[in-house]
């Protein structure tokens, strides 16, 4: 997991620039698009280790993940392709 999942420190600045919340969904989309190739079509997708392993490298809480993921990935696709 840390092989796939962890940070760089463009992706940390990049995610500084969102809120406590967007930071974790966009650099977990970065991520996830990173390994897989595309984005993910659900929050299941993303195995919760690999979410709480991000979560932990941001030191941003977990909760309300499932709930913002859709509207960030709507949001952050194409910022992720920047």
Do not use: I, N
């Not at 690999?50 to 913002?68: F, N, S």
């Amino acid at each position: 997991m840390v092989e796939f999942w962890t940070l760089t420190g463009v992706e940390r600045q990049l995610s500084d620039q969102r809120t406590q919340r967007g930071r974790l969904g966009l650099a977990v989309l970065l991520k996830f698009f990173q390994f897989e190739g595309r984005f993910p079509d659900y929050h299941k997708a993303v195995p919760l280790p690999a979410v709480d392993y991000v979560a932990e490298q941001l030191d941003v809480p977990v909760r309300g993940y499932p709930e913002t993921f859709f509207v960030l990935l709507q949001r952050d696709q194409a910022a992720s392709l920047r």
